[in-house]
């Protein structure tokens, strides 16, 4: 294939191929991304009921800082879809996959079907069920059934703002696990370049399809229609990208953010439309085009074909070529305007590339232009291991719903670990992570179950040591704080002062909690090449849980937390799932009670004054519980004004279900049983 370009173009395209790689878009990082959005999904999975997907750039590692894509999440329903009654399941929620003459290309219905016999259901309704037009029950979408997660609303996705700029989009979806219909022919066309190979192709095929909540726009029956998603395909072939095709794509991305949106708008030329331009583009040239000295002519290619579909208006789906993605796109004067752009990009010949301002790749081409190759590759290979600031946002993600799980298996112990080793199959990588804390809520409990007898059984306290050990390392707190409370109630002050100093000593400025600092989190991985276990393990604190079941395990003070009165008069007790505390108050804490029984006076001081400092200027997650302490620990130094002061703050925080009455009730019985003895 032979194309009239300029010289320079080889040289320009090696240039640019090192100034992408300086702004972490080499092929370390990239599958660094990839493997974290895999773990990413993984313990999402874990944290939310039914399979958590990762889609778009974030979970393609095809965006950077300057593109500042949105994260993709992609919830996906407990309802079974069927293309027919063979893969029928009784007893769970089946939908059939069904069309019609007025289904457009690219959309279904979802039948309902009866739980005990495989039959469609006809002329019922239901919250979830309308009628057709032929009288069938098929499931209708509206915007009701993402208020879980926000009020704002971006197509078919509830938006919500992770930062000032960047926004995380939830769609709910139906799994189709059988290969649609409507992309058949993709298994079978004829492919001249063999991409993708037969193997992917297979691979593909066995990922079914995604039902998404959104109809066609001039559908009269637009509410009872899905759109057939096949995006976790699509994600396979982007990962399948050879470098040269990566960076392409990701600088077309750039072309459309610089150029094109700020003349026609946001919604009119998407990424999507990119990606498909990518597809079509690799599978109808020969691979050997997509070289480093090419890059250029790689992108002209794609510009001439949007060129050629803009111009008849038409940009076809790659699985589903009757699916017309330009529909409704292309009126007016915007076809005109956006082709007049893309040929003044190709007259322009390379020369535009100066003024693309994400990530200054324009300025660092400039400068790459005036250093010799050699020096430049050695450059781009000095910053190769930079992290895209994206990754971190889905990493902070991650580790909020890594939290959450932690949270729910304390309350769903067995339903939460059959998920995790039979359903999901995480991987090793995930599955180290929650053993951990797995090791230190069975250690726990098993030394409490053993205190409770009035002779504890010595061995299973050993036992319950050792899980404890074991589960020490699962992040920089919570596992060392419970083998510090175990310590605690053994009375065994100095192994306590030990553990607690480590975790002193590891919970330096970088270290995150409840306040995840984007600029931290950069900071202290930016250079670093971690695992998710090494980075939870390393940077993460999270907050401490404990069960009823961990009752004898934990200090005395924390066990009203978890009974509750709810009120004077009834004497009805309320008892929470669990009892959680912020974990540098939780640490202070620990080290009052461990100097108070050392009568260490001045450390104590120390360890009360930072519960002071804690409270008062740093962000609680659990303020209640940590006044509660708070108070608690005045109260031992004989400070009852002021710890009465402190729960009437608790209480005003949260008047039901809030152990403080109790502790109140027992300061105004000493303040009683003083004046009694006075008189």
Known sequence: MTLNTPEYYKDVSLMLNGVLDSIGLAEDNRWKRINMCIQSEEVMSLSHKGTVHVFGSQAEATTTPGLNSDIDIVFCQYVTAVKDFQNW????????VITDENTPPGYVKLQ????????????????????????????????????????????????TYLTHNLTKDNVLAVKLYAWPDQASHWLTRKRRYNWPSQETIGLIQQTGALLVPVGYTL??????????????GEKLLVWRFNSIQYKCYILLKMINKCFIKPVVGDHVLSSYHLKTCMFYLIENIPAAIWQPDNILLCVDMCLRQLCIWIEGKICPNFFIPEENMFQYKMYGHTPGKLHDILINLLRQEGRYLVYITCDNVGGKLVMACQTPLKELELQSE?????????????????????????RNFLSFESQVISRMFVCQKPRREVSTIFWKFLCSFNGSKLASESLSKEIPDQRALDMAQELLLWGSTSDVTSGKMKLAAFYLSQSNLQLTEDVLNEIQENYSYKIFDQNYTYEYILESILNEDLSTTQLISQYIAFPVHYHPSETNCIPKTLIPEMFRFIGSDTGEMYVPDIVSVDPKLYLYFLEFLCYHFQNKSLHKKVALGNMIYFIRYEKSKFKDTALNLLAYCLMQVGSLEKAYNILCKSMKLKNQHNAAKLKIAAIINVAFNFLHGGQ
Not at 89 to 96: G, Q, R, S
Not at 136 to 149: G, I, P, Q, T
Not at 223 to 232: A, G, K, N, T
Not at 386 to 406: D, K, P, T
């Open 89 to 96: 399941a009784p007893h769970h929620k089946n939908v059939l």
């Open 112 to 159: 309902g079907i009866y739980k005990d016999h495989p039959l469609p259901v006809y002329n019922g309704s239901c919250d979830m069920y309308m009628l057709d037009r032929y009288g069938r029950s098929v499931l209708y979408h509206d915007n009701s059934f993402m208020k879980e997660f926000t009020d704002e609303y971006h197509g078919p996705a509830a938006r």
């Open 219 to 232: 559908s009269q029956e637009q509410h009872l229609e899905w759109r057939v998603s096949i995006s976790y």
């Open 382 to 406: 000095n910053v190769a291991n930079v992290f895209n600031i994206s990754a971190v946002h889905l990493i902070l993600y991650m580790i909020r719903c890594a939290e959450l799980y932690v």
